[in-house]
């Protein structure tokens, strides 16, 4: 049932803004995110990387949380929104959040 | 005549961020009980007010966001309030996020306990610009709803009355409705609840919907509990399976999602006719002050100035009153000594009791200024930063971001760095946090390493102790990822860190916090420390070899009263050797001797056997054991310790020395800390952390001695 156009969280650009369509996983990580609001339909912003590249700091229905980017991956949202930037690097070898957070170690 | 009070037990449930704590103490004051939730290393706290003629015990329970089986905080408050029933639950919410917060509101009435709604920093919501009609939400959550400014204890007195009320008349206008899910799940839950009453065995604790709600979530302990206590399970767990199945096919997400996206709506519905929405940005000024806190370039040189700060408070501001608590103990030694006649009780007195008492304040101004501090870089809110800029290395570890500061404490002291691990919310990351912080050569350790590898390495001494940290550090991160992927591995919890807005801290919180940890300190650690204390005394005073000592003391008398220079050097000599012939005889020596083919293939003596178990004391103690043990004196004679022990005689190599520091850094710390790891984790990880460093220590110095044997360094 996920929209084809769904992208994962963790691709996002600081500064994005965007809708939660799916949280993936499952068990007491799924119900985690979901607890802190990550539910269908929520309004998600990117604010910004940590200074390593990870976590990733995120506002979600005026909270401010955090999450690495390989748990980021889990939640997609909506890829058809005006207000987001995509990651450069986003595609193959990017499944577990990993190539990114190195990049911008090495800056 | 005086009417007998009544008993009241209000338990106060929220998010962690909303102030939950300066609620609880604006309630109970200074009267408060720290212990542990049973089974569990959560604290709890409970404390006692009165009101009117109630005596009212009010319990804080665990800071959640929500009241899964899914962590240990979430089913500690939950099986407290399903199974303990308290009259009356509070919940304490942020009424600055009202939308997050709520949705533990919405799981609080699903249990159908009796529930005031307590919104909290009303001052935030005020002038954020946002309205809220009290009244309304009041009828749709079917609870009174109260408003306060904890840190300043106002509307405090209104709550324990709401609360008070509520207990009394339990009247029908607070009656809950039921929180609807959706066509699709309420009428799933309808049938669910009608199969659940008709069996029986169900009735008692759990409310019937309840039970219902968390089967279709698949929450474990609810399915094991009607398992267990349900004459016949199989047609509810059946209707459970088909029912899932009827919810995914309708909507096409499991029930455990659209039951939650259910309690959210519910939220949102409620709000949308209570409350106008927030003109002024409550985080506006929290993003701008994490723009720098939080920034790529400034971001670390100011957490490392903040913890530099911390370390240097803690450890040199703290030596301060740690060389008076000192004196003080060696001035009272001093006039005891002069004042009790000379015997058995004295010796216990003054080495024994004050001694002990002497060893268990030493530490009380690094935790109090540690605590402090602490309490400032977690209430301020920055305490949450800090993990986020340290995850990712302390990640690496298998740890959590907020795991930084009790580790980097570890290099001062094992002892405050283990209680300081209570900023660690989840237990898994608590524990195995505590146990690799000992890893962290604390400053007591110093003393050996000054000693041993000035002796052995003379000029590469700096280097040698560089490495030993490196290793401590090193050996951590290894056995880090050791233990996360096998002992922690079920228990992995997502990184999910509330990032709450900055506030000030108010000096109230600052001074209940420093001290509620110095009084924990004391209480529960202080009585194990000082008995430890006095049993280590005892074994190393005894059996007391009286004759011996009288032959030595009369032949010292006897060359006292010639006075020659020679008969003085020699009184000098002969009091040496009994030191060392009481310290080899004692019980402590024998087991040093005792434990000889254990520590032989290390390639150490049997003096060096003796100072790691009275090391157990406190790791500066190794150094004068080995003081007396190789007869050393003072001054520079040719009989100074490392003299002594760069004298082949000593039966001592470079190599086996090298190993000695290896082992001091890594096995158990001393007393103090493994009596923190038994408050902190539990008697079960207290042996299981004695015994793995004891085991690592070993087999380091071992694998060191016999590599270097093999590699002719030996």
């Known amino acids: 049932m996920r929209p084809t156009n769904a992208v994962p969280l963790a691709v996002l650009m600081p500064g994005s803004i965007a809708r939660v369509v799916d949280v993936a996983g499952s068990g007491a990580f799924r119900r985690r995110l979901m607890d802190m609001g990550f539910v269908q339909g929520a309004s998600v912003q990117v604010i910004r990387d940590a200074p390593l590249g990870n976590p990733v700091e995120y506002c979600i229905g005026g909270t401010h949380v955090t999450l690495r980017k390989h748990e980021a991956m889990h939640i997609l949202v909506d890829g058809t929104s005006g207000r987001m930037a995509l990651r450069r690097g986003f595609g193959k070898g990017f499944r577990h959040g990993r190539r990114l957070g190195r990049k911008r170690t090495q800056r | ?714």
């Not at chain 2, 009241?67 to 199974?83: D, G, K, M, Q």
């Not at chain 2, 997502?494 to 001290?515: C, D, I, N, Q, S």
Request: glycine share 8%; proline share 4%.
């Open chain 2, 1 to 714: 005549m005086k009417e007998a009070l009544k008993t009241l037990r209000i338990a106060l449930a929220g998010n962690p961020n909303s102030g939950k704590t300066s609620i609880f103490n604006a309630m109970t004051g200074a009267r408060q009980k720290v212990g542990n939730w049973p089974g569990v290393t959560v604290e709890k706290k409970t404390g006692v007010l009165t009101y009117g003629n109630y005596r009212i015990q009010v319990i804080d329970l665990p800071g959640t966001y929500s009241l899964t089986s899914y962590s240990v905080e979430e089913r500690a408050a939950r099986s407290f309030i399903v199974e303990e029933r308290p009259d009356v639950v509070i919940h304490v919410v942020d009424a600055g996020n009202l939308a997050r917060n709520l949705y533990l509101t919405v799981q609080l009435l699903e249990l159908g306990v009796d529930l005031v709604v307590d919104l909290n920093m009303w001052d935030d919501f005020e002038d954020s610009g946002a309205t809220l009609d009290r009244d309304k939400l009041c009828t749709l959550l079917g609870s009174p709803v109260v408003s306060t400014i904890g840190h300043r204890g106002e509307g405090v007195d209104e709550l324990i009355a709401a609360a008070v009320r509520l207990a009394e008349e339990r009247c029908e206008r607070h009656r809950h409705v039921p929180i609807s899910y959706g066509s699709h799940v309420d009428d799933v839950l309808a049938e669910l609840v009608d199969v659940i009453e008709a069996q029986a065995g169900l009735e008692g604790d759990y409310p019937f919907r309840w039970v219902a709600i968390k089967l279709l979530e698949g929450d474990d302990e609810i399915v094991d509990l009607v398992r267990i206590r349900a004459e016949n399970a199989q047609p509810i767990l059946e209707l459970v399976e088909r029912a899932s199945r009827h919810i995914y096919n309708a909507t096409g997400a499991d029930p455990e999602k659209v039951i939650s996206e259910g309690r959210y709506g519910y939220i949102e519905g409620a709000l949308k006719v209570s409350m106008t929405k927030q003109k002024a940005d409550r985080m506006a000024l929290t993003r701008q002050i994490d723009n720098v806190f939080t920034n790529r370039f400034l971001g670390y040189p100011i957490f490392f100035l903040f913890v530099w700060l911390l370390f240097q408070a803690t450890f040199k501001l703290g030596s301060y009153p740690m060389e008076w608590i000192d004196r003080a103990v060696g001035w009272l030694s001093a006039t005891a000594a002069a004042v009790l006649p000379e015997s058995l009780v004295s010796d216990l007195i003054i080495d024994g009791i004050i001694g002990g008492v002497g060893s268990v304040a030493v530490f009380l101004p690094n935790i109090l200024i540690l605590f402090l501090g602490v309490s400032i870089l977690e209430d301020s809110g920055y305490m949450a930063r800090a993990a986020f800029l340290m995850d990712r290395i302390m990640h690496a570890l298998g740890l959590h971001g907020k795991s930084f500061i009790p580790m980097l404490m570890g290099f001062g002291c094992s002892v405050p760095a283990i209680m300081a691990t209570r900023t660690l919310e989840s237990e898994r990351d608590r524990i195995l946090t505590i146990l690799l912080v000992p890893l962290m050569s604390c400053s007591a350790r110093m003393p050996v390493y000054i000693l041993i590898a000035g002796t052995f390495f003379a000029e590469r001494a700096g280097s040698i102790v560089f490495l030993i940290y490196t290793i401590g550090i090193v050996v951590a991160l290894l056995i880090g990822r050791l233990f996360a992927k096998t002992i922690f591995r079920s228990a992995h919890a997502p990184f999910v860190m509330e990032l709450p807005p900055y506030r000030a801290p108010t000096v109230k919180g600052l001074l209940t916090h420093m001290w509620e940890r110095g009084r924990l300190y004391v209480q529960k650690m202080g009585g194990v420390i000082l008995v430890a204390s006095i049993i280590l005394w005892f074994l190393g005073a005894f059996p007391q070899q009286a004759e011996l000592t009288t032959r030595y003391n009369d032949e010292v008398d006897r060359l006292n009263a010639i006075g020659s220079v020679e008969a003085l050097d020699r009184v000098d000599e002969l009091e040496m050797e009994l030191a060392a012939i009481r310290a080899e005889n004692s019980y402590i020596g024998r087991a040093g001797k005792l434990i000889e083919p254990v520590i032989s293939p290390l390639g150490y003596s049997w003096q060096m056997g003796v100072s790691l178990i009275t090391g157990f004391v406190a790791k500066e103690v190794v150094v004068s054991t080995l003081g007396v043990l190789y007869h050393a004196g003072e001054g520079d004679t040719d009989t100074t310790l490392p003299k002594v022990l760069r004298d082949p005689s000593s039966g001592i190599s470079p190599l086996a020395a090298f190993g000695f520091m290896v082992f001091v850094l890594l096995y158990t710390p001393c007393i103090a800390a493994v009596a923190a790891v038994r408050r902190e984790a539990g008697t079960r990880w207290m042996l299981f952390s004695i015994a793995y460093q004891s085991a690592l220590a070993w087999f380091a110095g071992f694998a060191i001695y016999r590599v270097g044997c093999l590699l002719g360094l030996g």
